[in-house]
Each structure stands twice: as structure tokens, then as C-alpha cells.
């Protein structure tokens, strides 16, 4: 019996100790004064990054529990697109205070359950601290991406040039993924495209480099290359012939689709030599292997249909039908690219955003797509004021309703509470503060003045209205995080026992 005891103690210990270690490589990264943290591998490949969930992907880890939280902290990524961080930070004090309750005699079924109330009361309370964007107009927006973007002036504005080119109506629709139109690339300037990035080249130096006008496009989920016969046939006579037949047949739709009047063609793989020879001659662009989703938005930016390559079996005028159109192709052979802009479809804005390195441009993207999914976010669901402000309001009102809990769940409560503060906490840690001070001072500060919005202003170190100041962050990053943390420490505290499987051997 005691012996079961020990193994249990020893096992709260490790996957404690596992969670810290998990907690640890971030929290340096939180809130404006976050540094960043350099990963490096076997091949000494580098990135730099201050973004929660990259790391936490690139870092080596075994224990199986703290895998657990990584791979939620992913679907906070997936789904919110940003507070990564502040969601670790949050499960991972919820699960050492939860195996603290444990340890101490609390039985887990009664910190569950006030985990559980907690977390769920913490996300209505959350709700009521939310105030809602009217419209695209509204300055918060750009407040919402400079803080989610990291102070990136430059790709704040971006971003809101590119929600306001992409439309309201659009970036409500909660089918659209806005963060997914934001593209890095090195050695490129910044800029909002109205059209789609290409990441291929012209298929030869003689086919245009830029077209403009009404350019008819056509956009082929296939290859571009004759119908290939059966295993063996070319070693027999009527094999070769039939090959025959069909390399001329083939010839002949390209040349039908050369007089269709067709002056790009993107491929989604290979073209055949002859086939790039003829719509060479004819002044057609062709690129092949473009990336599929590459070559699906292409297709919806111009109205074309994706089609296969036995459509060009079909007679001139329906082949025609399906072509789509843009205004303007340019190529550029340095960055090895192709812009395609003012299609005939859907407006589809891209957001550019350059980088001198190929080290930082990876971050930039990242960066670009937080500030993006940040402000869709904020548009649907609306904000709080961040530093912490809106999480401390939560815990003080969390503090009084966890009476309504009976017997030692008011434990689980506490673990919610502890993790509403630690996000203040390490902002104000990071940057170079007392955090139990400030977090006495601002508890006051908010009831005194009856205002949830008042934190540490980073910045300056002194208490600030921080939703005056333009310090804000999208409600359903907040929510998601508490619901995220809550699910995952549930799942830790459950687990009672680690056991090795065995390992599968192959029977010969
Ligand atoms: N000047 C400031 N003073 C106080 N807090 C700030 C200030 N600027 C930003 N913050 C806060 O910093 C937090 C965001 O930090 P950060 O972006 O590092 O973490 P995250 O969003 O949780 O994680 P990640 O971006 O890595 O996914 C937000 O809560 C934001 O309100
Ligand atoms: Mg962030």
C-alpha cells in the first residue's frame, strides 16, 4: 500500500517536473519585453523565434504528458492563431497546482470538479469583459495586430490594408481562413497583392515574363503530357502504333488549345517537351508543378475551373468555358515568382511580406499570420484589454463565485485562479518588474477604480488603462486559451499511472 503511495508521489513529481520543463522554454518569450529563443539542429540549421508553439514543436521532448500539452498548445495555433504562449503558461499552472492539490491529500475527482467549474466560469466572465469591433474602421483593429504582430509597424499596416482590400463580409465568414493569405518571402518588399503569388517560374526563358490585358487563363489540376500506355505496350507492333496514334492526337489538342486563344496555362505537374515547344511558339505562358493550393486560389481568383487534362479532348468552344481570366502576369526570375493579379473570380488579396534573410523570414511569417488571425478574430468575436488586465478581472471575480463550490473542489477553483494570473505575471517578469508586486498593485488599482481595463503598461512600468492605450487582444484567443489549458490539465491530473507498451515485433 505504501509502496503504491511512493509510486504515486513519484509519479505527480515527474509529470510536474515534465510540465515545468515545458513552461520554462517559453515563458522568457512572453509580452513585449519576450526575447526570442534560437533553435538549433543536428545540421546546425537556425531559426529564431519568439513564438510559443514553434518552439515547442522544435524542441526535443519525450515524456509522453508533456507531448500532451504540446499538442494542444497546436490546436490553440490551429484554432485562435495566436496566444500560444499565454495558453501554455495557463495549462501548465493549472496541472502543477492540480498534482499540488493531489499531493497534499485533495482527491483528484474534487480538484477536477473544481477545474471544471472554474474554467467555465472563467470564460462567461471573460465573455462580459469583451468589447465588440463595430467595423474594419475601427482603430482597435490596427491596435489588435501591432500587439499580435509584435510591434511590427510595418506589418500592422499590412495587414489592415489587406483586410480592408479583402472585405468585411469575407472576414466574417468563418469558413475563411484570413491568416492563410499571408505569404513571406525573402529578398521580396512588402506589399498587398490583389491577385495570387505563383512560386514557380515561366517553364522556359522564351514563353512572356509579362502579360497584360484580358489574359485568358487556364488552370490544369494534371500534367500536361500524352495519355501513357499500359506496362509493355510499345514492345509490340500494335502497342507502338497505338502510341503513335495518340502523340498525334495529342498534338492536335494543343494545337485546339493554342487557337482557343488561351495565354497562360499553370500546371499542376509536368509538361511534356513537345507540347512546351508548340505553346512556346504560340507566345503561351506555361508553368508547371505549381503548389496545389497554390493552384487551387488561382483558379478561384481567375473563375477558372480546375481541369483535367482530358478536357482538352473536348471540342474548342466548351474548353474555352473553362478558362478563367486575369488582368496582369508578371514574372520575377529572381525571386523565382509569378504574380497573378485582378482575376476574373474572387477578389483575393495576398499579403507580401519581405525579409532580408531567409533566418527571419520564417518569423515574419509567422508574426504576419498572428497579427492576421488576430484581427479576423477580434472582427468576429471581439477583444479585451490585454497585459494581463482582462485575466487579473476574471480571477478577482472568480475568487468570490468559487463560494458556490462545496467541500475541497474550491481547490480546482484556485488552480484556475493561479493560472489566470501567471500570463500578468511573466509579462511583467519579461519585462524586468516585481510581478507579485505589480500584481498587488494593479488587484488594487482595478477595485478601486472599478476599472478591468487598468494593468502594467510594459512600456512604461506604471499602471495604465491598457484598452485606452491601445493594448488589446481578440476575446477568442482568451477563450480558447482558458479552455485549452483546462482540457489538457484535466487530462494530465486524470492520468494515474504511465505505462510502457510493449514494444510491436515484426513475426517473420
Ligand atoms: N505594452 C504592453 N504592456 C503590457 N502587456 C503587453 C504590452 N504589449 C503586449 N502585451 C501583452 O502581451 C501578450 C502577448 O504576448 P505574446 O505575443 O508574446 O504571447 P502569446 O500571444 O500568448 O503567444 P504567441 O504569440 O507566442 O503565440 C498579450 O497578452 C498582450 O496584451
Ligand atoms: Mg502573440
Do not use: W
Request: charged share 25%.
Amino acid at each position: 500500500m505504501n509502496e503504491q503511495r511512493e509510486q504515486k508521489f513519484d509519479l505527480i513529481e515527474n509529470n510536474s517536473n515534465a510540465v515545468r520543463a515545458v513552461m520554462a522554454a517559453v515563458e522568457s518569450t512572453i509580452g513585449p519585453k519576450g526575447l526570442d529563443t534560437m533553435l538549433v539542429d543536428q545540421f546546425g540549421n537556425v531559426v529564431i523565434t519568439n513564438d510559443g508553439v514553434t518552439i515547442l514543436n522544435m524542441m526535443e521532448v519525450n515524456h509522453p504528458v508533456a507531448r500532451m500539452l504540446i499538442h494542444s498548445i497546436n490546436a490553440q495555433q490551429e484554432e485562435a492563431g495566436d496566444g500560444t504562449t499565454t495558453a501554455a503558461l495557463m495549462a501548465g499552472e493549472m496541472v502543477t497546482h492540480g498534482l499540488e492539490q493531489v499531493s497534499k491529500g485533495v482527491p483528484v475527482a474534487q480538484v477536477l470538479t473544481g477545474l471544471r467549474y472554474g474554467v467555465k466560469e472563467a470564460c462567461r466572465l471573460m465573455e462580459l469583459e469583451a468589447v465588440l469591433v463595430g467595423s474594419l474602421d475601427t482603430g482597435q483593429l490596427y491596435n489588435i495586430a501591432y500587439v499580435a504582430g509584435r510591434e511590427d509597424e510595418a506589418i500592422a499596416k499590412l495587414i489592415m490594408e489587406g483586410a480592408a482590400l479583402i472585405g468585411q463580409e469575407k472576414l466574417l465568414d468563418a469558413s475563411f481562413r484570413f491568416s492563410q493569405r499571408v505569404r513571406a518571402v525573402e529578398g521580396a518588399g512588402s506589399e498587398v497583392l490583389n491577385g495570387v503569388l505563383v512560386t514557380k517560374e515561366r517553364l522556359t526563358r522564351q514563353m512572356p515574363l509579362e502579360l497584360e490585358g484580358d489574359i485568358k487563363v487556364m488552370v490544369l489540376d494534371d500534367a500536361l503530357e500524352q495519355e501513357e500506355l499500359g506496362n509493355g505496350a510499345l514492345a509490340t507492333e500494335s502497342g507502338f502504333q497505338q502510341y503513335l496514334v495518340l502523340k498525334e492526337q495529342f498534338k492536335t489538342n494543343i494545337q485546339k488549345l493554342i487557337d482557343t486563344g488561351v495565354q497562360a496555362v499553370f500546371a499542376d505537374r509536368g509538361v511534356d517537351d513537345a507540347a512546351a515547344e508548340l505553346l512556346e511558339e504560340a507566345g503561351v505562358l506555361v508553368v508547371a508543378r505549381v503548389p496545389h493550393k497554390e493552384l487551387v486560389d488561382l483558379a478561384e481568383h481567375c473563375g477558372a475551373k480546375l481541369v483535367k487534362r482530358t478536357s482538352l479532348l473536348k471540342p474548342a468552344d466548351e474548353l474555352k468555358k473553362q478558362f478563367g481570366s486575369a488582368t496582369h502576369i508578371i514574372g520575377n526570375e529572381k525571386l523565382h515568382n509569378i504574380k497573378v493579379l485582378g482575376g476574373g473570380g474572387k477578389a483575393m488579396a495576398t499579403i507580401l511580406v519581405g525579409a532580408t534573410t531567409g533566418e527571419v523570414v520564417g518569423e515574419k511569417e509567422r508574426i504576419a499570420k498572428d497579427a492576421a488571425a488576430s484581427v479576423q478574430s477580434a472582427l468576429q468575436r471581439g477583444l479585451v484589454a490585454g497585459g494581463g488586465a482582462a485575466e487579473l478581472a476574471v480571477a478577482r471575480q472568480l475568487e468570490q463565485n468559487k463560494n458556490a463550490l462545496s467541500g475541497m473542489a474550491v481547490f480546482g477553483a484556485d488552480c484556475v485562479i493561479a493560472a489566470l494570473k501567471k500570463p500578468f505575471m511573466q509579462i511583467v517578469t519579461n519585462a524586468g518588474f516585481n510581478p507579485l508586486e505589480k500584481l498587488g498593485d494593479v488587484h488594487r488599482a482595478q477595485e478601486l477604480q472599478q476599472n478591468n481595463h487598468l494593468s502594467i503598461n510594459c512600456d512604461t512600468g506604471r499602471i495604465d488603462d491598457l484598452y485606452i492605450a491601445g493594448i488589446v487582444d481578440p476575446l477568442y484567443v482568451k477563450l480558447h486559451g482558458l479552455k485549452t489549458a483546462g482540457e489538457v490539465a484535466e487530462a494530465i491530473l486524470r492520468i494515474n499511472i504511465i505505462v510502457k507498451k510493449k514494444e510491436y515485433q515484426q513475426t517473420s
